[in-house]
């Protein structure tokens, strides 16, 4: 199971931070990670953490937004700093037991139920 907390409504340039809390897992998952969709658009990777703290991001987020893990917890974050309007979507945290291409949603067979962004 996974829950994302921490969206909401900010304004330009401001910044926000993302949770997810994953949880009843026999074993941690390999790879968590963050896709957003927004309106009219197909679901794109953003960024992924494996469990070892490797890190992937999208070139579109590279140098504002920042993923990392509390593998104590099994919580990943998503920091969002210098936030536009082009980052308005759907935030969903997505967990992967194996490896391959981070920003294949195919390899997460498990998601959140989202939560929302909205930059004006």
């Known amino acids: 199971q996974l829950v994302e907390s921490g969206g909401g409504s900010v304004q330009a340039g401001g910044s926000l931070r993302l949770s997810c809390a994953a949880s009843?897992?026999?074993?941690?998952?390999?790879?968590m990670a963050w896709f957003r969709q927004a309106p009219g658009r197909e679901r794109e990777g953003v960024a992924a953490a494996t469990r070892s703290g490797a890190t992937s991001c999208a070139d579109s987020v590279k140098g504002r937004f920042t993923i990392s893990k509390d593998n104590a917890k099994n919580t990943l974050f998503l920091q969002m700093n210098s936030l536009t309007p082009e980052d308005t979507a759907i935030y969903y945290c997505a967990a992967a037991f194996l490896g391959g291409d981070w920003s294949d949603q195919g390899k997460y067979p498990y998601w959140g139920q989202g939560t929302q962004v909205t930059v004006s």
């Open positions: 009843r897992y026999t074993y941690p998952p390999y790879r």
